[in-house]
């Protein structure tokens, strides 16, 4: 059973290769949109990670977030990820995410994952490159 209100939060330090100059999202160097989205997905799929049987995975379906405020290469970032609601049939997770840095929240929304069986998965996904 997953259980609403688990929460995991990574961390780690903006460097130049995590800014919106270096993804080519921005022009800037400063920490990449697309960096924090990866954070936030992360901690998403650190949290339901030990409700899942052997075999079974999850993919995001879903990230709806704000990226608020920029943080400098150097500082220190955290994504946080909280498991808010589960589907009926159990297969689809909502997610509460949010991200500061040392100095106070840069950004937050919402994230849904889907739990899959990833051999399943995976055979559809390579499936395509069949004629």
Do not use: Y
């Amino acid at each position: 059973m997953i259980l609403i209100g688990t929460k995991c939060q990574l961390e780690q330090t903006v460097t130049q290769e995590l800014t919106a100059a270096a993804v080519g999202s921005g022009a800037l160097a400063v920490f990449g949109t697309p960096f924090m989205a990866a954070m936030m997905e992360n901690a998403a799929l650190t949290a339901l990670q030990n409700f899942l049987e052997e075999g079974q995975g999850s993919v995001g379906t879903r990230l709806d977030i704000h990226h608020d405020a920029p943080t400098p290469i150097g500082m220190k970032v955290w994504a946080e990820a909280e498991i808010t609601g589960v589907s009926e049939n159990g297969k689809m997770v909502d997610f509460k995410v949010s991200a500061w840095d040392e100095r106070g929240p840069v950004g937050g929304g919402t994230h849904t994952r889907a739990i899959i069986n990833c051999q399943r998965f995976l055979d559809k996904c390579n499936g395509k490159l069949e004629p």
